[in-house]
């Protein structure tokens, strides 16, 4: 089991840049694939980008790609987030999430969720 502990979100203006951190606490955080999603208000919860287990591999979501960069660290038990060019669409309560099955875009395939943290972008 692996509990898991987001933070870095808060106000920025459209632009800026963010570095969200998900913080683990368990023994085999290196054996997870690890997500980060968000969920704006009235809107179902999407997904973000993914990392591999061991951080070989990554993905995007579309909207994302070019602005969001994923990445952990195993040795500190910790997955990142870092947000450029920050839009007011971006607006959201961003989670991290654990995956035993490896990666996955679907919020299906993860089995652990942290609390989320808020990013509002003002324009």
């Known amino acids: 089991q692996v509990q898991l502990v987001e933070s870095g979100g808060g106000l920025v203006q459209a632009g800026d840049s963010l570095r969200l951190s998900c913080a683990a606490a368990?023994?085999?955080?290196?054996?997870?694939?690890m997500g980060w999603f968000r969920q704006a208000p009235g809107k179902e919860r999407e997904f973000v980008a993914g990392?591999?287990?061991?951080?070989?591999?990554?993905y995007y979501a579309d909207s994302m790609k070019g602005r969001f960069t994923i990445s952990r660290d195993n040795a500190k038990k910790t997955v990142y987030l870092q947000m450029n060019s920050l839009k007011a669409e971006d607006t959201a309560v961003y989670y991290c999430?654990?995956?035993?099955?490896?990666?996955?875009?679907?919020?299906?395939?993860?089995?652990?969720w942290g609390q989320g943290t808020q990013v509002t972008v003002s324009s």
């Open positions: 999430a654990a995956s035993i099955t490896g990666w996955g875009i679907s919020r299906y395939e993860y089995h652990y």
């Open positions: 368990g023994r085999t955080f290196s054996s997870y694939g």
């Open positions: 990392i591999s287990a061991s951080g070989t591999n990554s």
